[in-house]
T-cell receptor, first 118, second 113 residues
Framework: AQKVTQAQTEISVVEKEDVTLDCVYE???????LFWYKQPPSGELVFLIR??????QNEISGRYSWNFQKSTSSFNFTITASQVVDSAVYFC???????????????FGQGTILTVHP | GAGVSQSPSNKVTEKGKDVELRCDPI?????LYWYRQSLGQGLEFLIY????????KSGLPSDRFSAERTGGSVSTLTIQRTQQEDSAVYLC???????????FGPGTRLTVL
């Protein structure tokens, strides 16, 4: 069975602070994909990044960066110089290849509510 | 291009009634998913369609829930004899293949009175 844990339920920061959202996953499969999604107050889930289990390179996209470490089963997300528009619920998710079954469906963490104050 | 669309955006029904929720995926996407988002349970997988393969129904919470996908495109999620615990936001997503990112629709907020 797969599991994703986002231990931080809520984070509150002041604009321009850096913030890291933690994600720890569990799976027995060797091939899997990790994702981060953003859910702003409007409610629609927005894709941010996908990473496969064979690619441990960290990635940076503007103010966003992701740190994937298989050794600790973590896929953390950092926002640099946070802005009010970053306020949202952020979800980490996992999907695995399991010999042709159960692939595709996302197992989500409980989400982290990020509030950025001006 | 057009994203995933869902209808209705809101649905209020009485306990015991049947409801149908519709999802129009992004054109050309072979994989289609239904999820449910509720306060107590977070985001839960319900069902997954991939091309012409048999759907993965492992997430359906009871036999009152069913879904179909016609012509490899539009999907309908049906909930029979609705219960108050069915109240949630039902999200549809599609992707080119299972390993790609999923694009989500705006959801249907279902309220069962």
């Amino acid at each position: 069975a797969q599991k994703v844990t986002q231990a931080q339920t809520e984070i509150s920061v002041v604009e321009k602070e850096d913030v890291t959202l933690d994600c720890v996953y569990e799976t027995r499969d060797t091939t899997y994909y990790l994702f981060w999604y953003k859910q702003p107050p409007s409610g629609e889930l927005v894709f941010l990044i996908r990473r496969n289990s064979f690619d441990e390179q960290n990635e940076i996209s503007g103010r966003y960066s992701w740190n994937f470490q298989k050794s600790t089963s973590s896929f953390n997300f950092t926002i640099t110089a946070s802005q009010v528009v970053d306020s949202a619920v952020y979800f980490c998710a996992l999907t695995t290849w399991a010999g042709g079954t159960s692939y595709g469906k996302l197992t989500f963490g409980q989400g982290t509510i990020l509030t950025v104050h001006p | 291009g057009a994203g995933v669309s869902q209808s209705p955006s809101n649905k209020v029904t009485e306990k015991g009634k049947d409801v149908e929720l519709r999802c129009d995926p992004i054109s050309g996407h072979t994989a289609l998913y239904w999820y449910r988002q509720s306060l107590g349970q977070g985001l839960e997988f319900l069902i997954y369609f991939q091309g012409n393969s048999a759907p993965d129904k492992s997430g359906l919470p009871s036999d009152r829930f069913s879904a179909e996908r016609t012509g490899g495109s539009v999907s309908t999620l049906t909930i029979q004899r609705t219960q108050q615990e069915d109240s949630a936001v039902y999200l549809c997503a599609s992707s080119p293949q299972y390993y790609n990112e999923q694009f989500f629709g705006p959801g249907t907020r279902l309220t069962v009175l």
